[in-house]
């Protein structure tokens, strides 16, 4: 059901590392779209910002609610999906591909490690 590849924080944020680099794709997962319903607004940081661990790096706004995204990975952001603004129905049909957010550059990719794999991750959903 969840990308084996992604890591995931309990606020529901995954994470991709990309192999042989420090780049860091940051997306929110399918539960969390579910969750939210449709999605009305995104307010995404710039390229170049600066975003820590744990820290929020922009909002998606829904009809139900507005929910605050939180940095997986500290870093430097390399990369917005300015797609995504323009369609944001694309969160329901493909929030692992084309529905990625932003893409940072880690100063450490062994954060990652402090989040869920996609089995940890699911089983701590089943309570949901």
Same mark, same amino acid.
């Given at each position: ?23 860091? #794709? ?10 939210? %319903?449709?999605?009305?607004? =995104?307010?995404?940081?710039?390229? %170049? ?5 744990? $820290? &929020?790096?922009?909002?998606?706004? $829904?009809?139900?609610? #507005? /929910? ?5 990975? /500290? ?6 999906? &300015?797609?995504? $603004?323009?369609? =944001?129905e694309?969160?329901? $049909? ?6 990625? =957010?932003?893409?940072?550059?880690? &100063?450490d990719?062994?954060? =990652?490690? &402090? ?10 959903l089943?309570?949901h």
């Amino acid at each position: 059901m969840f990308p084996k590849e992604c890591r995931y924080a309990e606020t529901h944020e995954w994470a991709r590392p990309e192999k042989e680099t420090n780049i860091v #794709t940051v997306g929110i997962t399918g539960f969390a779209v579910e969750q939210l %319903g449709d999605i009305v607004y =995104l307010e995404l940081p710039k390229v %170049g910002a600066k975003v820590q661990k744990g $820290s &929020s790096l922009g909002m998606v706004e $829904s009809v139900k609610a #507005t /929910s605050e995204l939180y940095a997986p990975v /500290s870093g430097e952001v390399a990369e917005v999906n &300015s797609d995504i $603004s323009n369609n =944001l129905e694309i969160f329901k $049909s493909d929030p692992y591909g084309k529905a990625w =957010l932003l893409k940072i550059k880690a &100063s450490d990719k062994k954060e =990652l490690d &402090s989040l869920m794999d996609a089995e940890t991750y699911e089983k701590q959903l089943e309570g949901h």
